[in-house]
Nanobody, 120 residues
Framework: VQLVESGGGLVQAGGSLRLSCAAS????????MGWYRQAPGKQRELVAA???????NYADSVKGRFTISRDNAKNTVYLQMNSLKPEDTAVYYC???????????????WGQGTQVTVSS
């Protein structure tokens, strides 16, 4: 299973970015999908998550500004980030729980990470 992220970049404070993460490979089903971020010198933290049924969960710091969504037909998860702040600067990683066609259990896969930089 491969996860390919896209959409990071440099944006001014108050701007918007949309991250995408597409999963491919021997996928039988995908359960939870989520986005994490890691800023320099800090631990990786959960930003947002979405279940297979569409229930969502957000970190308090991004509620009202970020929106997570998924397209099950494309095995893709998105993170729409609005009203970006300098403190949102981090490497963003997608995380996907996948049951493959070869193994009878779920395994967590991680994307390669995409840099988001918000200038003040």
């Amino acid at each position: 299973v491969q996860l390919v992220e896209s959409g990071g970049g440099l944006v001014q404070a108050g701007g918007s970015l949309r991250l995408s993460c597409a999963a491919s490979g021997s996928i039988f089903s995908i359960n939870n999908m989520g986005w994490y971020r890691q800023a320099p010198g800090k631990q990786r933290e959960l930003v947002a998550a979405i279940t297979s049924g569409g229930s969502t969960n957000y970190a308090d710091s991004v509620k009202g500004r970020f929106t997570i969504s998924r397209d099950n037909a494309k095995n893709t998860v998105y993170l729409q980030m609005n009203s970006l702040k300098p403190e949102d600067t981090a490497v963003y990683y997608c995380n996907v729980g996948v049951v493959t066609t070869t193994l009878p259990y779920e395994y967590d896969y991680w994307g390669q990470g995409t840099q988001v930089t918000v200038s003040s």
